[in-house]
């Protein structure tokens, strides 16, 4: 049955000007009931399609490790200094109210700095009104959020909202504005053209701010950060090419705010996966498992690509994709997936009030294969996780659970039920364990 909000937002499209006025009076009230806590602290604002997360963590890592009390605001975590609370709102910008007052009490525990990871939602819905934004990280641009934004160029300009917002914003005395851009992403020109006081480039193809010799494994990367004044050897503990990036955007950051290198290696070599993010489960089987938040064509492609190439047995991947999000990207998910995997297990991710069949039909144009040759259908998301293990065998085979991160719940039409892809591998690998003992 419809609700009344459900009728209005049906009723108004998301970018009817009634709408958009309706969520800046919202983020205006939110900013005056706290009274504007962002104006005490410099904002680190970092936008795009992936690494979002994982930037904005280790950017924090680097200032904390310098000695400087600062907030964080991310998709699965807040913290002020190192006290940190999980995010369990399903926004990675939370609503206005939410946000003035988590940066109220980060002012209040007299924070110098914030991060905050924003998305382009939150910049179209004014959720950021009354934050004036210092630093603007922008990491990379891939096909998302269609189902909102319509089109690629109107996804990417929302994203250059928050650039726009750099420069229109109001300045905090001595403290410049500053655009921090991806020099190997197609989009990086756009984003260049907005004004700053400085500009920094990064990247590992071009940039002044490079990842030079990289040496990637399983457990992580090494690699030679080069700055234009000196450079240092990065022995990364978090596996991966797009957390070279990562890595790359928080040094990059860092040393526009006069982090010296000896200290942005201290913090990026003490980062930890963070949860759900290549999270490697173990629970004494003999295959590695991965969970991750992979839920993009490109972020599927790039976990899927490292592990292929890391996996001498069976590639075993279990995923799915959201309800009531972007259709255009479901057969390319399953292209990607295709492409890389031995073993294709199709599931229910979050499908909201979207029918599951009709999602999974979507994602099947993308992988032409038979059931039960190399693909299987199970969209009880834990009966397909347990499918993908029972495939695993040796050493050599790895199995990928992507999509849902660390998560805590799945959304079935109106219901909220908990589910953590982390949580039922570790019991079923368990009791896997304890039948072979």
């Known amino acids: 049955m419809e609700t009344l909000k459900d009728f209005f937002r049906n009723l108004l499209p998301h970018e009817h000007p009634i709408r958009r006025f309706?969520?800046?009076l919202v983020a205006m009230a939110a900013a005056i009931r706290y009274g504007f806590p962002a104006n005490k602290m410099i904002v680190i604002a970092v936008t795009g399609t992936k690494g979002k997360t994982s930037t904005s963590n280790m950017i924090h890592r680097i200032f904390t490790e310098a000695g400087r009390k600062t907030g964080l605001l991310t998709?699965?975590?807040?913290k002020i200094g190192e006290d940190e609370e999980r995010n369990t709102t399903n926004h990675t910008t939370v609503s206005p109210f939410q946000l003035q007052k988590k940066i109220r009490e980060m002012a209040d525990a007299r924070c110098e700095l914030l991060v905050l990871e924003v998305t382009s939602h939150a910049v179209v819905q004014h959720r950021l009104w009354g934050i004036n934004v210092d630093t603007a990280l922008f990491t990379n641009l891939s096909q998302d959020h269609l189902d909102y934004h319509k089109t690629m160029?109107?996804?990417r300009n929302a994203k250059g909202g928050l650039f726009e917002r750099l420069n229109a914003s109001a300045r905090k005395p001595g403290v410049s504005k500053i655009s921090v851009v991806n020099q190997d992403d197609p989009e990086h020109e756009y984003f260049n053209r907005i004004p700053a006081d400085q500009l920094f480039e990064y990247g590992i193809l071009k940039g002044a701010y490079a990842a030079r010799n990289l040496q990637p494994n399983a457990e992580g990367t090494k690699f030679l950060l080069r700055i234009p004044n000196g450079e240092v050897e990065?022995?990364?503990?978090?596996p991966g090419q797009m957390n070279v990036y990562n890595a790359l955007a928080a040094a990059t950051v860092a040393t526009a705010h006069q982090i010296n290198l000896h200290v942005i290696k201290k913090g990026l070599e003490s980062m930890q996966p963070l949860p759900g993010r290549?999270?490697?489960?173990?629970e004494g089987q003999p295959y590695t498992v991965v969970v991750d938040f992979a839920h993009t064509e490109e972020s599927l492609r790039q976990v899927l690509?490292?592990?292929?190439?890391?996996?001498?047995?069976?590639?075993?991947?279990a995923f799915g994709a959201t309800g009531e999000r972007d259709q255009g990207k479901r057969p390319k998910m399953g292209a990607v997936v295709h492409q890389f995997a031995d073993q294709v297990i199709l599931t229910n991710d979050d499908p909201y009030m979207e029918d599951p069949l009709k999602i999974a039909e979507m994602i099947r144009e993308g992988i032409p294969r038979v059931e039960g040759q190399g693909f299987w259908q199970v969209l009880d998301r834990k009966e397909a996780i347990r499918l993908a293990l029972s495939m695993a065998q040796t050493e050599q085979d790895t199995v990928i659970i992507a999509g849902k991160g660390a998560e805590a719940y799945q959304l079935l039409g109106r219901q909220r039920i908990p589910h953590d892809d982390r949580q039922v591998v570790r019991e079923l690998l368990s009791r896997a364990t304890e039948v072979d003992l």
């Not at 998709?75 to 807040?78: E, L, Q, R, Y």
């Not at 690509?305 to 991947?317: A, D």
Request: proline fraction near 0%; aromatic fraction near 12%; charged fraction near 35%.
């Open 305 to 317: 690509k490292m592990f292929r190439e890391l996996t001498k047995g069976k590639l075993i991947v």
């Open 153 to 155: 160029e109107r996804y």
């Open 22 to 24: 309706y969520h800046k």
């Open 75 to 78: 998709t699965i975590n807040f």
């Open 234 to 238: 990065i022995d990364l503990k978090i």
């Open 278 to 282: 290549l999270e490697v489960i173990e």
